[in-house]
């Protein structure tokens, strides 16, 4: 097998094939180029249509190896040198003037816990093809789980975009990388005679909390904010704020900006359970239900206020009393309520509205297989027609 050699370190690029070196323009196969990452590994990549695309591929790792190009561009070569974690670090900061709290959050957890410890000390300009590979591959190795994966490789890549733009890297270290792939596995449900052994077994506030989110597909920390002025409409509840596991303050919802909603239907059994509880604990001075202490407003849920793993325990213990031996988490509440809506006939367009979902291929992918039927009712009622 014969090969060209670019520059030095530029790599080679080959064929492997019958056909002698001077005929490589016109056999078909394609071309390979082989080089080495900026870890020094030997790379191997292949597909390359003509001599040209792999010259010119060549070259590129070559740039991003070198670092930013000469542009005289000061403010690209102060990047190119700073350490990841420090670059990471402003590039949020300077940020949080346009992203909600819980943004920010989710941005600076994927940091700390699965980029940093990793390529926080690495150079921005180093950032290669092999560097992201290298780094995927550890996550994987760690047994990471994927929406994890998911979610720092979007973190990762919005930062080192931005140190792109600005002329910091030369060429885009995510060309040709895959993103990890996060499906998520097949939701189990409760019957209805689990929920309401469920709701039997559970302390009034742990039992509101079901009420929500199996009623009205309110996510746990929505639940949390449960607030008597919420009820817009006897069978109307606007969801406006959630409350996190780490803090004592009202949020804004997932996905959405401060003041943005959405109105979800409130069934009759949920508003009755909710009038209970109001009647019988009362509200704070601003309508919420779920506090402690001194009833001002700054504590929501004592269970959910020392943590998630408060709560966890709190879940587990009632469905121990309740009989209930399959492990459900309380998100199988939302998942009954999408059951019940799209079992009955309810568009799941209106279903990924209540649920706040992103987008309506999110609800789609997670509950399509709760409407099986939906092709051949849909040719039964044309038929009607035709």
């Given at each position: ?36 990452d900026a870890t020094g590994r030997q790379r191997e ?282 492990k459900y988490t309380m998100y199988s509440l939302r ?52």
């Amino acid at each position: 097998m014969a090969t060209k050699t670019l520059t030095r370190g530029m790599g080679t690029f080959f064929k492997e094939c019958e056909h002698p070196e001077s005929r490589w323009s016109k056999c078909p196969h394609p071309y390979k180029i082989r080089y080495r990452d900026a870890t020094g590994r030997q790379r191997e990549e292949a597909g390359y249509a003509t001599q040209d695309k792999a010259k010119a591929r060549l070259n590129e790792i070559y740039q991003a190896k070198k670092g930013p190009l000469k542009t005289g561009n000061t403010e690209a070569q102060e990047i190119a040198e700073m350490r990841f974690e420090d670059f990471a670090a402003r590039y949020i900061s300077n940020r949080k003037r346009g992203l909600e709290s819980n943004t920010i959050e989710q941005y600076e957890l994927g940091l700390k816990a699965h980029i940093n410890p990793h390529v926080g000390s690495r150079r921005v300009g180093t950032f290669t093809p092999g560097v992201i590979e290298d780094w995927l591959n550890g996550m994987e190795l760690n047994k990471v789980g994927l929406a994890s994966q998911k979610n720092a490789f979007l973190v990762l890549k919005l930062v080192v975009d931005a140190a792109r733009h600005r002329g910091a890297i030369a060429s885009d270290p995510f060309l040709d990388i895959a993103r990890p792939n996060y499906v998520p596995n097949e939701v189990i449900i409760p019957t209805f005679e689990e929920l309401n052994a469920i709701r039997d077994a559970a302390e009034d506030d742990l039992r509101l909390v079901i009420e929500l989110m199996s009623g009205c597909g309110h996510r746990n920390g929505e639940a949390h904010a449960a607030n008597m002025r919420s009820i817009v409409a006897d069978d109307v509840y606007r969801i406006n704020e959630q409350i996190h596991s780490n803090k004592v303050q009202p949020a804004p919802l997932k996905h959405r900006k401060r003041g943005e909603f959405r109105e979800v239907p409130l069934p009759r059994k949920t508003h009755d359970f909710f009038s209970y509880f109001t009647d019988t604990y009362g509200t704070d001075k601003n309508g919420y239900l779920l506090v402690k202490g001194n009833g001002s407003g700054n504590q929501h849920m004592q269970h959910y206020f020392y943590g998630k793993q408060t709560l966890r325990w709190r879940w587990d213990r009632c469905l121990e009393r309740a009989g209930v031996e399959v492990k459900y988490t309380m998100y199988s509440l939302r998942h009954y309520f999408a059951s019940n809506c799209l079992t009955h006939g309810i568009p799941i367009t209106d279903v990924a509205e209540w649920m706040g979902h992103k987008s309506i291929e999110v609800t789609y992918r997670i509950y399509r297989h709760l409407v099986p039927g939906s092709i051949t009712r849909a040719a039964k009622i044309l038929n009607e027609r035709l």
